[in-house]
C-alpha cells in the first residue's frame, strides 16, 4: 500500500527504526528497495533515477551520507543533510529517508536488508567507480539474498552543476580549477596516480606511536598555577614513518620501511599491527631507549590540543645499530625506485646515514621536519643532495636563517643554493603550496578545503602521496594539485585513524574537475 497524506518530516526517520520497518515489510511480503547517495542538488536525474527505483518493489527507502562524511571537495556538501533529507521526502515516489553517519552504505544495506538495491547506471561498470565501492556495497547486498538494479535513465552530474553554475569556490580558487578543466587536468591526474601503481618503495626514518589522552578542561587548579583536567579516554596511533608508508602504500605496490625501534616500550607488535597488507617493516634495535611516544593531551569536546609530552632519547643514533641501520640502506634502497625520507629529526638519520642514503637511493625524496624538539638543528640543507624536496614555508625560512623571505624567492633562490634539487614543493598551510620544477614556472595551488578536524600529518601525507608521483615524472604542478588533495583529505581524519586512500583522493579530484 502507498503512504498517502504522510508530511515530509513524517518520512525521515533514524536508519535503526527504518531496519525495523523494511522487516515488518518483508514480513507481509512486501519488496523492500534501497537507493543510496548523496543527493547534493536534487535535479531531473535524481527525480527519475527514484522514480525507476520505486517501480522495482512496493517500498522505497533512500539514505543519504551525512555531512561529515561526504567527500567531494571543498565547499561540498553545498546543502546539508537535513535539508537533502526534506527535498527527498517531499517526492512521492520515496517511502521514507534516513540520513547515514558513515562514509559508505554497508551499514545501511546491514540495517535494511534491502530485496532490490538500486544505483544508477554510472556505477553499472565497477571498473569507473574510482572508490571501489559498489563492489563491496554489491557484495553486502547480496550476502543477505539481495540483488544490485542499475536504472537506465537520463543522468547529470551534481558535481557539473554545481562547479558551473554555483559560485561555491572563492575567485582564486575557481580560476585554478577553470584552468586545469581546460587543460584536461582530470585526465592527466587519474593517469598520473595509475602510473606509480607497480612501484617499489622504501620507506627511511622515526617510528613514531601517537597518543592521544582525551580530557575535558575542569579549570585553575586552586593551589597551583596550572589547567586541571578530567581524563576520559585514549587512542593510540602508528605515526612517523609508518603512517606515511601507510599512504604510499594505497598508491604503490610494495612499500618497505626502514627505521629504528628502541629496546625499552619499543611497541614493536603494536605497529606492525598497524601496517597495510602490502608493508614491511625492517628495524634496527636501540638499546636503552624507548620508541619514541608522542601523547598530546586532546580537549574532547572540540579536539583541541591542551599540551605535549614527548618520552624518547633523541641521542643521535651509533654504534652497532648505526652500522647495521646504513649496512641496510645501501643493501635496499639501489632495489627500490624510490627512497623516501621522513627525517622527524630525533636522532636516527646522522650525517653517516645522509651520506648512505645521497649515494644509494636511484630516486631520493626528501623531508626535514622542524617540530618543538629540534627548531633549528634538523634543516632540510643539511642533505647535500635530493631529487626531490618537500617541506613547509616556516621549515624553509629556518633552512635560509631569513623570517620574512617572500616564498617565491626561497624556492626559485635561496633554496636551490644551499641543496643541489630541482624538484621542490612548499606547502603553506591555509595558502596551498608552491611547486618548482625543472623547466616549469613556479606554481601557486590554492588549499582545497578551510574545515579541519586535525592537522597532525597533513604534510606527511602531502610527502608521501606526491613523491611516488615526482618520482614517475609528474609535472610538479599536478603533483601538487594532488597534494593539495591528499592534504585536504588528511586534516579531516583525527590522528592517524585511517590513511588517504587512492579511491578517495581520485573521487576528490574528480568531484573538483568535472
Known amino acids: 500500500m502507498r503512504r498517502m497524506g504522510v508530511s515530509a518530516a513524517d518520512k525521515i526517520r533514524p536508519i535503526e527504526e527504518l531496519g525495523d520497518i523494511a522487516r515488518r515489510a518483508r514480513s507481509e511480503g512486501r519488496t523492500v528497495v534501497l537507493a543510496h547517495g548523496t543527493f547534493d542538488l536534487m535535479h531531473f536525474g535524481h527525480v527519475r533515477h527514484l522514480q525507476a527505483a520505486r517501480e522495482e518493489g512496493d517500498l522505497l527507502v533512500v539514505t543519504i551520507t551525512a555531512d561529515a562524511f561526504v567527500n567531494k571537495g571543498p565547499g561540498r556538501p553545498v546543502f546539508q543533510h537535513a535539508i537533502r533529507a526534506e527535498m527527498l521526502a517531499s517526492l512521492e515516489c520515496v517511502d521514507y529517508v534516513g540520513i547515514n553517519a558513515a562514509a559508505t552504505a554497508e551499514n545501511v544495506i546491514a540495517a535494511i536488508r534491502p530485496t532490490v538495491y538500486v544505483k544508477g547506471n554510472d556505477y553499472a561498470s565497477a571498473a569507473d567507480d574510482v572508490t571501489g565501492k559498489i563492489v563491496d556495497e554489491q557484495r553486502a547486498v547480496e550476502s543477505h539474498g539481495g540483488r544490485i538494479v542499475f536504472t537506465n535513465e537520463i543522468t547529470f552530474s551534481s558535481s557539473t552543476l554545481i562547479n558551473r553554475h554555483l559560485d561555491i569556490y572563492d575567485p582564486t580558487l575557481r580560476a585554478f580549477l577553470d584552468q586545469q578543466r581546460a587543460a584536461d587536468g582530470l585526465t592527466a591526474m587519474t593517469a598520473l596516480v595509475e602510473r606509480v601503481r607497480d612501484m617499489k618503495v622504501l620507506v627511511v626514518g622515526d617510528a613514531i606511536v601517537d597518543e592521544y589522552r582525551y580530557v575535558v578542561p575542569m579549570g585553575r587548579s586552586a593551589k597551583e598555577n596550572m589547567i586541571a583536567t578530567l581524563y576520559k579516554d585514549r587512542e593510540l596511533f602508528a605515526g612517523g614513518v609508518v603512517a606515511a608508508a601507510n599512504h604510499v602504500a594505497a598508491f604503490c605496490r610494495e612499500v618497505e620501511i626502514l627505521t629504528a625501534l628502541g629496546s625499552v616500550d619499543s611497541h614493536e607488535a603494536f605497529l606492525r599491527d598497524h601496517l597495510k597488507p602490502n608493508v614491511s617493516m625492517w628495524a634496527a634495535e636501540v638499546g636503552g631507549a624507548p620508541t619514541i611516544c608522542k ?47 621522513t627525517d622527524f629529526g630525533h636522532g636516527l638519520i646522522t650525517p653517516r646515514v645522509i651520506r648512505a642514503l645521497t649515494e644509494s637511493a636511484r630516486f631520493l625524496a626528501v623531508n626535514a621536519q622542524s617540530n618543538s624538539a629540534n627548531v633549528g638543528y634538523n634543516l632540510i640543507t643539511k642533505y647535500p643532495r635530493a631529487d626531490y624536496i618537500c617541506i613547509d614555508a616556516p621549515e624553509a625560512r629556518l633552512a635560509i636563517s631569513d623570517k620574512w623571505a617572500d616564498i617565491d624567492h626561497i624556492i626559485s633562490e635561496f633554496l636551490p643554493a644551499r641543496i643541489d634539487c630541482d624538484r621542490m614543493i612548499i606547502t603553506n598551510g591555509r595558502y596551498g603550496c608552491v611547486t618548482r620544477g625543472p623547466e616549469e614556472p613556479l606554481v601557486h595551488i590554492p588549499a582545497f578545503t578551510r574545515t579541519v578536524v586535525d592537522t597532525v600529518g597533513a604534510g606527511d601525507a602531502f610527502f608521501a602521496v606526491t613523491a611516488p608521483m615526482v618520482a614517475a615524472g609528474a609535472p610538479l604542478s599536478q603533483a601538487g594539485f594532488i597534494g593539495n588533495v591528499a592534504g585536504a583529505l588528511k586534516v579531516g581524519i583525527v590522528g592517524h585513524r585511517k590513511s588517504v586512500e587512492k579511491g578517495s583522493l581520485l573521487k576528490y579530484i574528480q568531484t573538483l574537475l568535472k
Open 295 to 341: 601523547s598530546r593531551f586532546v580537549d574532547q569536546s572540540y579536539l583541541r590540543k591542551l599540551f605535549e609530552v614527548y618520552v624518547m632519547d633523541d641521542t643521535p643514533l651509533s654504534g652497532e645499530p648505526e652500522e647495521r641501520f646504513i649496512a641496510a640502506i645501501r643493501e635496499k634502497a639501489p632495489k627500490a625506485d624510490l627512497v623516501i625520507v
